[in-house]
Structure formats: structure tokens, C-alpha cells
């Protein structure tokens, strides 16, 4: 297994946000995390990533190929986050920085965990796989100066660079448009193929276009999972019924 989640707890304060959460992905493997707001989707694929509050306090374990990730130090971290796992966020124009130009900040990302020649090439080219047709002038812009699924295009592009082994996406399409979403999951579901995906979402039609198993997640609990189609056509919690309900339309 490429990634194994064992009885994982994260608190703020008196707050669990995710309780005793168990589950694993395999070396090539997509696995699907849906649920509400609120029900510990994300705060568990921060945690995975390191990328939690220092105020949060996390027990039980996340082993990364064999590696124990809890109480990981950061400069431990540093040197797996963006080299051999990586996270696709929501927003792009919150995590891409506003003051560089995107070639730069994929180049940048590049550098810190190789010093690989011709890196104005590999930006361009990894660029171009992600569907940019002009990269040469997206390399050279600012964020604000690229559409919406440009910049996350380009966010793509800076978490693959490195060829991680495991990519967390982490609501990646939520703020694009249908078509613009759809475009999205085309470009994911070419460049997630031979390695590790977690996916988590809202919205069970998106996750079902790229992720062959599902958990589904409710106020810090598992409270289903299984292949998606299995569990959208005959879903054993109540939750989950009503998720594909609402989901009905678009499935």
C-alpha cells in the first residue's frame, strides 16, 4: 500500500474534527472522499499532507510508503510534501503566489527537490500536458492575469513536476464552471494514471468520473465506502443515500 490511515483523530481544542478514521490507497490507486462541509474530509487530507494548524492536535497514524507521518518533523516533511506526494487545492489564486510568475513558481518547485538542467523546458512541457496550448506566455504571467482554468492548470502542472508517487487533490474543480469542471477532470484523469490518488469532494458525480472507490464521510466518521457504483446504486447509510439524491442528476 502507498498510503495507510490508521484510527486517525484530529482536534482543535474541545472540537474532533475527524474520529478514529481508517483507510488505505493502493500504488496506483484512486480513492474517492466525499461528504459535507464539515464532515472531516479535508481536515484529513491536511493531515496527511502536514499542512494542519499548529493548534490541531492528531493521534494515531499515516504511514507513507512504510513511513510514519505523525509527528513527522517539518524539515522531514518538507522533503516529501511536493516531491513525492503532492496536493492540488481548491483555490489556485490562493496557492499559487500572486508576486511570481507561474513559470517561475513551477520552476521553483522544480528546484527544491532537483537540480535537473533546462528547467525553462520542463515548465513549458509539463505545462502542455496539463492542455495550455500557449505555455511559453502562461509560463511568463502572474495568476491574475490567467482564467480560472488556466491557473489550475497550472496548478496541476507544479504538483506533478516532481512525479510524485501519491497526489491529494483536494476539491480541485470546485470553483470552475460545468464545462471548465469537466475540462479539469479530463486533464486529472490523464495525468493521476500509474500513481496514487485521494480525491476529496462535495459532489459525488465528480468524484465518480475519476475514482473507482469511495468513503464517504459524515461529522468526522467513515459511515460508508466500497466501488462508487456500488455505492450509488445501493447505498447502506442514510447519508449516503441522500448525498446520491442530490447527486441523482448528474450521475
Known sequence: MKLVVDELSVRFGDTLAVDKVSFAVGETERLG????????????????????SETARVSGSIKFDGQELVGLRERD??????NRFSMIFQEPMTAL????????????????????TGKRLTVEEELQRVGITDPGRVADSFPHQLSGGQRQRAMIAMAIVNKPDLVICDEPTTALDMVVQRNILHVLDDVLT?????????????????????????EGHIVEEGPI??????????????????????L
Do not use: N
Open 33 to 52: 472522499i466525499i461528504g459535507a462541509s464539515g464532515s472531516g474530509k479535508s481536515v484529513t487530507s491536511l493531515a496527511i499532507a502536514g499542512l494542519l
Open 77 to 82: 516533511y518538507r522533503r516529501l510534501r511536493g
Open 97 to 116: 503566489d500572486p508576486t511570481m510568475r507561474v513559470g517561475l513558481q513551477i520552476a521553483e518547485a522544480i528546484a527544491l527537490h532537483d537540480r535537473r
Open 194 to 218: 500509474d500513481r496514487a490518488a485521494l480525491f476529496i469532494s462535495h459532489d459525488l458525480g465528480v468524484v465518480r468520473e475519476v475514482c473507482p472507490r469511495v468513503i464517504v464521510m459524515q
Open 229 to 250: 457504483d456500488a455505492v450509488i446504486a445501493a447505498p447502506a447509510h442514510d447519508y449516503t443515500a441522500r448525498l446520491v439524491a442530490a447527486a441523482r442528476g448528474e
